[in-house]
T-cell receptor, first 117, second 109 residues
Framework: GAVVSQHPSWVICKSGTSVKIECRSL??????MFWYRQFPKQSLMLMAT?????????EQGVEKDKFLINHASLTLSTLTVTSAHPEDSSFYIC?????????????FGPGTRLTVT | RKEVEQDPGPFNVPEGATVAFNCTYS??????FFWYRQDCRKEPKLLMS???SGNEDGRFTAQLNRASQYISLLIRDSKLSDSATYLC??????????FGAGTTVTVRA
């Protein structure tokens, strides 16, 4: 149980285009989903927290107009990288929190490797 | 100062050896602590939670020292399959998790 999927697993796009990444909780309803970014040899950095039906909360330094998050249902959250540039190339990972009483318990998706050329 | 700091390693150990490493955290109000394991180019996976009294899960032992604000992980009888990057994770309030950059362990035959 508690499986999270992401799609696509990797994507290569040209500079200036937009890329949408989907995060789905397959066998549970996620109260909260989180989006992280990880650059090589660095730690996961939280980008934003999203709750179903409400606006995402972005971390300091993360541009909300560039990284659009939509959490339309309890099982799906999407991250759209708009007007991608090479510096946006990174490993994007989502996670989902299963229970309201233990939001620290997060289940991670397999990640999406984005390369912007 | 980073919220969570780890020795990046790598720790190269032979099979069967014991390896231990720490991480320090800066927020004294942190309440929950975890060790995650991350294999190359994969997502992190929860290895174990860390409790105040210390806890053990098979060959893995985790300790928490609140006074000095560090957490440790000890791996006994290392297996080749233990080769990975171990991430120290601390809750940073508002249900957010802060990740260390990881300690790389390589177990050789």
């Amino acid at each position: 149980g508690a499986v999270v999927s992401q799609h696509p697993s990797w994507v290569i796009c040209k500079s200036g285009t937009s890329v949408k990444i989907e995060c789905r909780s397959l066998d549970f309803q996620a109260t909260t989903m989180f989006w992280y970014r990880q650059f090589p040899k660095q730690s996961l950095m939280l980008m934003a927290t999203s709750n179903e039906g409400s606006k995402a909360t972005y971390e300091q330094g993360v541009e909300k107009d560039k990284f659009l998050i939509n959490h339309a249902s309890l099982t799906l959250s999407t991250l759209t990288v708009t007007s991608a540039h090479p510096e946006d190339s990174s490993f994007y990972i989502c996670s989902a929190s299963l229970r309201r009483d233990n939001p620290y318990e997060q289940y991670f998706g397999p990640g999406t490797r984005l390369t912007v050329t | 100062r980073k919220e969570v700091e780890q020795d990046p390693g790598p720790f190269n150990v032979p099979e069967g050896a014991t390896v231990a490493f720490n991480c320090t955290y800066s927020n004294s109000a942190s309440q929950s602590f975890f060790w995650y394991r991350q294999d190359c180019r994969k997502e992190p996976k929860l290895l174990m939670s860390v409790y105040s009294s210390g806890n053990e899960d098979g060959r893995f032992t985790a300790q928490l020292n609140r006074a000095s604000q560090y957490i440790s992980l000890l791996i006994r009888d290392s297996k080749l399959s233990d080769s990975a990057t171990y991430l120290c994770v601390v809750n940073s309030g508002d249900y957010k998790l802060s990740f260390g950059a990881g300690t790389t362990v390589t177990v050789r035959a």
